[in-house]
């Protein structure tokens, strides 16, 4: 039964004996006082302390639950709880299968708080049966995660599975003794059992490992014998190892979390330090790191028996899982070059734990990736060529080990993008596209934020991308409008979900202002390639570019009513009346483009798209704008459009108050402007002009040498 | 994904197929006939796809080593001769080398078996291999399952019936059993002629080889493509009914993120999208060419010619830095972004990520991520100096966190020197001293380390005693003061033992004269 990964792993109950007989020393003992040696005759060095047997078993524990901690943090795939328990008198309980109370600060604080045994108390009165007891009780109880897996299954919920496995360090008596602890073990989940099946609160327990390690001071013979895992009952097996205190217990279950985990060990060797004294040299080190054993899925795989095998795929090292818990990986350190970021092709990564947390080796690796650079890793092999199989990188202060791709790539060698659909355009947006992108970058928001509408955050990022796209020309030479500096404020603005009075205000000046252009008959960006002649006319070039204007302004004319005033500023100010402009061109154009211009003009007169045809108007907006366009740029072999920049902008824009002639609605709006401006902060342009006239765009004079940008607006 | 042709040329393929009136057939010349179909087809529509072709009887052979040159193949296939007795074993053991070589063990492949189902006698015989799998000894295990994931077809000159008069079918059967279930038997229907291997071959053609069209979508911007190798369905884990997860055929781009900012993530496969001209398409694409259109100058040319959304977007990416985060399906991600192959040749690539809410830790939950313009201020501050990733985990891991590990015997000798050092710099360095106490203090009290706690504070007093007489006085004061605070924590007194209380430094004053004498 394959049900939400719930394993023996998913819940580890630790059982820590914590009776009168545990603060018996380890006798190993620790000398503290290193510096002494070298202070002379005089100084007597204080006496080597030892450990108590709980003191051994506290931080070989705490050792066990940092590496599950570092390695299979919450929410991912594997979801590992641990329910630390002591046991003398009774039972207490450090934490509970919350995911607040799961890291190692909660519990060593915990700890602190029960501190080592009374070697005082009455031994009678003290046993790790309460705590046994205790943990397969826990064992019955639901976590979180089992709670919501049981919440979304519903019908099935009876398939989630409840396994889980207590780990028990103890200083037992005898064989017998041991016996006695797993017959309670045993007697106790049954009992629970029977409990949990009428309880909705409690699940039974399916399969219960129980691993019972001994621990006895050094020098002692051990009363208890080790035992491989044996089957109790269907739901209970057990093991015994019994262990040395001291650095025999820690081997122990780091051996054991491996075993537990699915860990393998990975040493990184070569890695260059400065020397601690003498700071101008360095040495080599290594670092032994543990994770996941699927980082070594290409080893494990090619170390497979296979009787043709040739080549040195054996050489990267042999992880045979039977024999190989002492095995590790070498992988050599290749300093990096570069901080370039790239992207590699990487087929898994997984979080590391180093065997030997705080050694300076360890930190200094650890310190080095945490602050940001990474760190590719190579096999040592024999024969000549490098192999890169793996990288060591921290992402938001956790570290990943990322395995790469070594093998030869099947999509070596593909068509170029130049060769297929599209790749003989040249005169792409890319610039644009590239700012279009920066502002459709995304960010993350806290969880469950939902807009009015109901929309998730990420299902907003796709909605602005919509409103973004409605009217997009890919190429440059499909637009006017987007090679025009002056259209920009609009051109930002419109496609906002909502305005504010201001931003109609700045579509409406962004209007006047090309109003004002017109009037003085400034010449717009529009490509001059392919079309007979000097191309079109000054007042063509200005139907083209309020024709695209409109284009743009009605795509987005449904979002509010504030778009619409947008776009009714456009038509009431547009220069001419379309069907003035048909009666002019008629004489000179060439026949065949009067339908589509008839078509334009009757267009601009809709002052609102229905809603239904909002959506799909661009395209076919675009589509005229590109006829409209296609007879500027489609010639033979000149794909490359010359009038890119727009030099229109290094005339002054005669301040509107200066016009002569009776007062015009531009005058009229240009007053109220001003009027409203005071209102709010003033243009920094403003600020400084001379007269209330300020000179805009004053840097394009100076830029004017260098026309070399894709198109007229200032690159980034 | 890499396909071997595992050709069979054994005698057996001679023989010849009963057919009225024309002239005579070998099995041999159907399966060469249908192979040949396989190639047509890669060629025109699978052209990516590496293909080998292995030759096998009681020995087997590398014909043609993987490529994409479709004719060195066909040229490979009808110059085939003829071998003896069929064994499967040692061809499968050639297949898995060749590709492990080639590829890594990693590369899921296609494995195309062409035989007629004779599968030989006596010793090397399927039947015989099958008979012994379970008395093998460690360096002679059967080749199945291959060490990479693989799929494997095996396309039988030989119709059912005539199969399951032997136990020819059965054997079959185990073998695509012992490939994990992953595979199929086509077998030909009605009389062996050059139609029914057709529909054969075709059969394959439509289970394996068919390439996946797809549109991907940026807002209204949009653009046909197809998507190579083809992404195959993902089984999702801890699923209780686990159904395999297909990628959509509309691609949907959620939005932009920095490479710097995705950091190499895994991926389970990586993809060319390449963009297409779907026919009746070429008009709505190309506008700027639809007066041309009727006249058809070259279908390719024009197709060149019309703006793509893909090189836009692959343009774009490629300047800036950045992917495209693509939604494939309920619940799954992928990313675009372009990949360059040589300095000249770069390509629109998709990888796609675990299935699941949150593929990437440092990114959080896809559906959590949203535009920058939501936010009060721009998280990627107004220079791009900043960034809103990677996502900081809610607990640090240890190794980033300082903690204090004693198990060797060093980790708790550098601790304690570390405060000796720092006693005898005092008071100048007091706040590194009581920082580097404290933290001994806490591990010694969650440890139950008392005997520790009473040994610093003899080793603190005996330096007090060691102080020159130059030492300032102030030294003296906060040294007996530390050992004085770590002894009343060793006696376990709750006061004085409480794990987050912090021993501070004594308050002295020696500027105004008299020593403060707070103890």
Known sequence: MKVTSSRFSHKTAFVVDHCPYMAESSRQMVECDMLTKSRGQGVIPLAPVSKSLWTCAVECSMEYCRILYDVYPTRKLVRSYVHYIVSDSEFHSLNSWRQEDQSTQELMAALASVGPPNPREDPECCSVLHGLVAAVESLCAITQYQHEARRTLMDVADRVANRGRIICLTNAKSDTHVRMLEDCVSETIQEQNKLAAGSDRLMPIQRCELVLVHIYPQGDDTLVSDRSRKELSSVLSSEVHSVRAGRHLASKLNILVQQHFDLASTTITNIPMKEEQHANTSANYDVELLHHRDAHLEFIKSAQPCFLCTGDLHMAGSTSRDSGLKETVTLKWCTPRTNNVELHYCTGAYRISPVDVNSRPSSCLTNFLLNGRSVLLEQPRKSGSKVISHMLSSHGGEIFLHVLNSTRSTLEDPPSISEGCGGRVTDYRITDFGEFMRENRLTPFSEGVLDASGRTSSERAKAQLERHTRYWPMIISQTTIFNMQAVVPLANLIVKESLSEEDVLTCQKTVFNLVDMERKNDPLPISTVGSRGKGPKRDEQYRIMWNELETLVKAHVGSSERHQRVLECISACRSKPPEEEERKKRGRKREDKEDKAEKNGKDADEKAWPDSERLKGPQEREKEEQTESEMIKDSPDSPEPLNKKPRLMSEEIQPPQKSKGPVSLLTMWTNRITATSRKHEVFAGRLNSVNNKAELYQHLKEDNGMDLHENGKATR | ?519
Request: aromatic fraction near 8%; glycine fraction near 6%; proline fraction near 7%.
């Open chain 2, 1 to 519: 994904m890499p396909t071997v042709v595992l050709m069979d040329s054994s005698l057996s393929m001679t023989r010849p197929v009963s057919q009225e009136g024309s002239e005579e057939f070998q099995r041999k010349n159907l399966a060469v006939h249908g192979l040949t179909m396989l190639f047509e087809h890669m060629a025109t529509n699978y052209k990516l796809e590496f293909t080998s072709l292995v030759a096998f009887s009681s020995l087997w052979e590398l014909m043609v080593p993987f490529t994409r040159d479709y004719n060195t193949l066909q040229e490979a296939l009808s110059n085939l001769e003829d071998y003896d007795k069929t064994c499967l074993e040692s061809a499968l053991h050639g297949v898995s080398n060749i590709v492990q070589q080639e590829w890594g063990s990693t590369c899921p492949c296609q494995v195309v078996l062409v035989t007629d189902g004779a599968l030989g006698i006596g010793r090397g015989s399927l039947r015989h291999s099958l008979h012994t799998l379970k008395q093998r000894v460690e360096d002679k295990k059967f080749p199945l399952p291959f060490p990479f994931p693989a799929k494997m077809f095996i396309m039988c000159i030989a119709n059912v019936e005539e199969l399951q008069s032997t136990d020819a079918m059965d054997n079959l059967e185990q073998l695509i059993g012992l490939n994990g279930g992953e595979g199929q038997i086509f077998t030909m229907e009605g009389p062996l002629c050059l139609k029914s291997v057709q529909s054969m071959f075709g059969k394959l053609i439509d289970q394996a080889y068919t390439p996946f069209y797809a549109v991907l979508h940026c807002g209204n911007l949009a653009s046909d493509v197809q998507v190579f190798p083809r992404p195959e369905p993902v089984l999702v884990d801890e699923e209780v009914d686990p159904i395999p997860k297909a990628v959509q055929t509309d691609l949907e781009i959620v939005g932009f993120i920095e490479i710097a900012d995705i950091s190499s993530p895994p991926v389970l496969s990586r993809h060319l999208v390449l963009p297409i001209a779907v026919n009746k398409e070429v008009d709505e694409v190309g506008a700027g060419t639809t007066e041309d259109a009727e006249e058809e100058p070259s279908a390719n040319q024009m197709a060149g010619k019309s703006p793509n959304f893909c090189v836009l977007l692959h343009g774009s990416l490629k300047v800036e830095g950045m992917v495209a985060l693509v939604q494939l399906g309920p619940e799954w991600y992928g990313m675009l972004y372009s990949q360059a192959d040589s300095k000249k040749k770069s390509n629109l690539m998709m990888s796609l990520f675990e299935p699941g809410p949150e593929p990437l830790p440092w990114l959080g939950k896809i559906s959590q991520l949203g535009p920058i313009s939501d936010a009060a201020e721009n998280p990627y501050g107004e220079d791009d100096s900043k960034s809103p990733f990677p996502l900081q985990p809610k607990n640090k891991r240890s190794y980033a966190q300082n903690v204090t590990v004693w198990i060797k015997a060093n980790g708790l000798q550098t601790d304690v020197q570390k405060i000796l050092r720092n006693a005898r710099k005092l008071p100048e360095k007091t706040q590194t001293f009581y920082k580097e106490l404290n933290r001994l203090r806490k591990a010694a009290l969650a440890f139950g380390f008392w005997e520790l706690l009473k040994g610093v504070a003899e080793l603190l007093e005996r330096e007090c005693t060691l102080l020159p007489d130059s030492a300032h006085p102030d030294a003296a004061f906060q040294l007996s003061h530390a050992a004085q605070q770590l002894k009343l924590a060793s006696t376990g007194d709750s006061q004085y033992s409480a794990f987050n209380h912090n021993i501070t430094p004594l308050h002295t004053d020696f500027s105004g004269g008299g020593a403060g004498d707070r103890m």
